[in-house]
């Protein structure tokens, strides 16, 4: 059978002063298959928990390029 992993990630950029000039989240979703075997079940969430978390990773990466872009902009 399938399933699918969700990984959330939450990030805040604030200033020198502390103030925010940008927030956000974002999250990212892999699929994996579950065996019958358990450790291949186990070795299939734990890759596609990676997966998910590389790619909200960047998702945030970009977002933070954004808000960055913003604020050097003003």
Excluded: W
């Amino acid at each position: 059978t399938a399933s699918l992993v969700t990984v959330r990630a939450t990030y805040a950029l604030t200033d020198s002063r502390g103030e925010t000039v940008g927030q956000g989240m974002r999250s990212a979703q892999a699929p994996y298959d579950v065996s019958t075997q358990q450790f291949a079940a186990l070795r299939a969430r734990r890759d596609a928990q990676n997966r998910a978390a590389r790619e909200a990773a960047e998702l945030v990466r970009l977002a933070i390029a954004q808000d960055l872009s913003r604020v050097s902009t003003r």
